[in-house]
């Protein structure tokens, strides 16, 4: 048997047909390209212009972006009596060619000194306020670090548990990674009560169990806080990020008084690994926001 040839109509209704059916499809991709380009654009300058601080250790740890003193400084303890400009430690060089983008700060032993920023970089006020911090870690927390626990990032006036916000690793192996956002002490525990005897599940605190550091590939770590210092006392709310996924929120009236000239942004306490991209906003961002950041789309 012989197939059965189509008709020259044939061939023209499947002709205009196609043709139909392709110009619809080119209006349908032009249309979603003009309604998400403009989105995406949007969502970028939104972001640039909410960076309010950007360290990328390309070269040295300046800022690139600070709306004040953006220099990094070396203090001599975690007490910051003296601050001296620039890396003052034997054990923190900046790695070329070896960040996320560009160079990085690598950390390799600990020491009493502390690598930081002045206070007077945070998008901080009086009334409710907000930000994000972010940055990359490279490292294998539980081969990689000595005993004890570990403050990637810590910035308070005070205190660890005094006003602050910080992520840590737990002493404990395998160890936990940590987001404490810790209010006023006298706001928090005014009975003072010793850490060790403060429930678990009361603390503020995010813990993630096994986060998935490794020597080999960079992760992102995102905190983002809102409505702090609230004037009518409704919930503040602060969250963490690994990759540009949600790992956990505390949602708690908090209140910080913070004298800026007497703040300070922490890197590096007790770590041994690379950092690159210290970033500061002052807006929480959220997961769309982060893939975008991630991307290393976001700059001024």
Not at 22 to 28: H, N, V
Not at 98 to 120: L, M, S
Request: charge should be neutral; include cysteine.
């Amino acid at each position: 048997m012989h197939r059965q040839l189509q008709s020259p109509r044939s061939w023209r209704r499947a002709t205009i047909l196609f043709s139909i059916v392709a110009s619809l499809l080119s209006l349908f991709i032009q249309s979603g390209f003009a309604q998400s380009t403009p989105a995406t654009e949007g969502n970028l300058k939104a972001l640039s212009e909410s960076l309010y601080f950007h360290a990328p250790f390309d070269s040295n740890g300046d800022a690139r972006t600070s709306r004040a003193d953006g220099r990094l400084y070396t203090t001599e303890s975690l007490a910051r009596k003296e601050w001296t400009l620039g890396i003052q430690r034997d054990d923190v060089s900046i790695a070329k060619g070896a960040g996320v983008f560009g160079d990085c700060i690598r950390f390799a032993d600990k020491n009493p000194k502390v690598i930081c920023y002045r206070g007077e970089v945070l998008p901080y006020g009086k009334g409710p306020w907000a930000g994000t911090v972010c940055f990359w870690m490279r490292l294998d927390a539980d081969k990689d670090l000595k005993p004890g626990y570990c403050d990637p990032i810590q910035i308070t006036q005070k205190a660890w548990n005094d006003a602050a916000l910080f992520v840590d690793f737990d002493k404990d192996i395998p160890r936990d990674f940590r987001l404490g956002v810790f209010s006023n002490l006298t706001d928090w525990n005014p009975q003072n009560i010793p850490w060790e005897k403060w429930p678990v599940e009361k603390r503020p605190m995010v813990t993630v169990k096994n986060p998935g550091f490794s020597r080999e590939a960079w992760k992102h770590v995102a905190l983002s806080f809102e409505n702090i210092n609230a004037t009518n006392d409704s919930p503040s709310k602060a969250a963490l990020y690994l990759d540009g996924k949600l790992q956990g929120t505390i949602v708690d009236p908090m209140k910080f008084n913070w004298e800026l000239d007497k703040t300070a942004v922490m890197i590096g306490i007790e770590y041994i690994g690379d950092l690159d991209e210290l970033m500061l906003f002052d807006r929480a961002l959220d997961e769309k926001d982060l893939q975008l950041v991630i991307q290393g789309k976001v700059s001024k």
